[in-house]
């Protein structure tokens, strides 16, 4: 099947698909199944982490979905405990063995557990792993901006990073840093976890006059933004759906009134705080 997705150009030259599947929270057996779903209806990017515990299922998918592996785009990241030079070389050699390839198409730090105080060796090890071919492209997940500033002193500069991003979520304090160095943004929870975005007025009214879901709506708002969005789904129906959002646009009205959604989230993880 043709794969209708836009890709972006990563610093490292690499295409990464505007849209993939997220895989959090599926088990391995959920995650064998929805990965070899989604590959067969033109999905190519996929998102797993150490730890989902579901890197297993998601390479016995890949293998199930039999397509050519550099038509995929296979995403992990490491836990807290890997943050060192030799532990990113580990973590990226057990994800290897679990999802069983032989390269990653990018590798994250998943949180930067800033108390630890080691990510920036955690992104020295990501360096190495690309030179020595393990890892295609390199990033890091739920950076804020302080942590991507240290980064940026030591003349690291993340090819992605994965925060929380959705209407209701914009991240206007860290998108503009993010384009001012070339880090492609991807946005986990895309819809929200289907709570009360995908009922909000605005959207639901934007969605109406589109012929469009909620959830079409919200995934066509960030990607017309240049975000990467990673929604999970595990149906049929709903996976269809979520890759088929570039067959329509938002009016400048729309992605305006969408962009106005941005809200103080007292729940909302904080990196400086939560981490593993
Ligand atoms: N880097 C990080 O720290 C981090 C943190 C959280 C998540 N993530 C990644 O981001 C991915 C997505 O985030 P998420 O799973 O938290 O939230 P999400 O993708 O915003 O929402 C997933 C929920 O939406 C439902 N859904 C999917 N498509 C829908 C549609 N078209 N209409 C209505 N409902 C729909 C799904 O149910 P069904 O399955 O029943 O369709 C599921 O309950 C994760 O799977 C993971 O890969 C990364």
Redesign the pocket.
């Given at each position: 099947m043709k794969n209708a997705v836009p890709a972006l150009k990563l610093k490292s030259g690499g295409m990464l698909p505007q849209l993939g599947?997220?895989?959090?929270?599926?088990d391995d057996a959920q995650a064998a199944a929805a990965v070899a779903l989604a590959i067969s209806l033109g999905y190519r990017l996929i998102?797993?982490?150490e730890n989902?515990r579901n890197e297993q299922g998601v390479g016995e998918g890949i293998r199930a979905a039999g397509i050519a592996r550099e038509e995929l785009f296979i995403t992990t990241?490491f836990n807290r405990e890997w943050h060192s030079i030799a532990g990113a070389r580990q973590a990226c050699i057990n994800s290897l063995q679990r999802l069983g390839l032989d390269y990653l198409d990018l590798l994250?730090i998943?949180?930067p557990n800033p108390q630890q105080g080691r990510y920036v060796e955690a992104f020295a090890g990501l360096q190495q792993l690309q030179q020595e071919g393990l890892v295609r492209a390199i990033g890091t997940?739920?950076f804020k901006l302080d942590h991507l500033q240290i980064l940026l002193q030591h003349d690291m500069v993340p090819e992605v990073n994965?925060?929380?991003l959705?209407p209701y979520h914009p991240r206007a304090e860290l998108i503009p840093l993010h384009v001012q160095h070339g880090i492609i943004t991807q946005?986990?929870?895309?819809?929200?976890?289907?709570g009360e975005l995908?009922q909000d007025p605005v959207v639901v009214e934007v969605a109406r006059q589109h012929d469009k879901?909620?959830?079409?709506v919200v995934?066509r708002w960030s990607t017309q933004l240049g975000v990467v969005a990673?929604?999970?789904?595990?149906?049929t129906l709903?996976?269809q759906?979520?890759l088929s959002i570039f067959e329509f646009s938002l009016t400048d009205e729309d992605m305006q009134r969408l962009g106005m959604l941005g809200r103080p989230d007292p729940e909302m993880?904080d990196a400086d705080i939560f981490g593993h």
């Open positions: 599947l997220g895989t959090w929270p599926m998102d797993t982490a989902y990241k994250l998943h949180w997940s739920n994965q925060i929380q959705d946005a986990w929870s895309p819809l929200g976890r289907a995908l879901t909620p959830a079409q995934l990673v929604p999970k789904s595990s149906d709903r996976l759906q979520n993880l």
